[in-house]
C-alpha cells in the first residue's frame, strides 16, 4: 500500500468524509481541511519531498491545483497544530494510524522533520483502540 493510499483512508476517517469526497472540488471547510491535512502529512511529518508542490494534487486526487494553494494549505495546518490544542490531538490521532498501518505493512517508519536520522520501532502495543510504541534513533 502506498503512503499516499495509508494517508487518504486514516484522514478520511477522522474527518468521516469519503474519498470520492474528498477528491471532490468542494470548498467546504472540513473537506478543505481534511485535503490540507493530507498534503502536510505527506510533506511534512514523512519528509516526502520526491513529488513537487505542483504535482502532490495530483499524487492523491488525480488533479493539479497551484502550487500556492498547497504551500498554503501546509501553513494552516502548521499553524493549526501550533495553536489549537484539539487540532493537534486530532492530527496526532491520524500520525498514529498512519504508522501503524504501515507497521502492520511491514514498512519501515519514514524520519519525521524532528529528528535527522532514520529510527526503527522498539516496541508496540494494541490496546483498546491505543497504538503505543517506542522509537530509538540509529
Not at 478543505?32 to 519531498?49: E, H, N, P, S
Not at 497544530?81 to 519514514?110: P, S, T, W
Request: glycine residues 2%; hydrophobic residues 40%.
Amino acid at each position: 500500500m502506498k503512503l499516499e493510499d495509508v494517508i487518504i483512508n486514516v484522514v478520511c476517517n477522522h474527518f468521516k468524509l469519503t474519498k470520492q469526497t474528498i477528491c471532490s472540488l468542494s470548498r467546504r471547510e472540513n473537506i478543505a481541511r481534511a485535503r490540507q491535512v493530507c498534503f502536510y502529512l505527506y510533506r511534512v511529518t514523512y519528509d516526502k519531498k520526491d513529488v513537487t508542490l505542483i504535482n502532490l494534487p495530483n499524487l492523491f486526487f488525480g488533479r493539479s491545483q497551484n502550487h500556492a494553494t498547497v504551500l498554503y494549505s501546509i501553513k494552516t495546518i502548521a499553524g493549526f497544530i501550533e495553536v489549537d490544542k484539539g487540532f493537534k490531538r486530532l492530527y496526532e490521532d491520524i500520525k498514529k494510524d498512519i504508522d501503524f498501518i504501515l507497521l502492520k505493512d511491514n514498512r519501515i517508519l519514514y524520519s519525521y522533520k524532528q529528528s535527522a536520522v532514520l529510527s526503527f520501532v522498539s516496541s508496540c502495543s494494541f490496546n483498546d483502540n491505543n497504538f503505543n510504541y517506542s522509537i530509538y534513533p540509529l
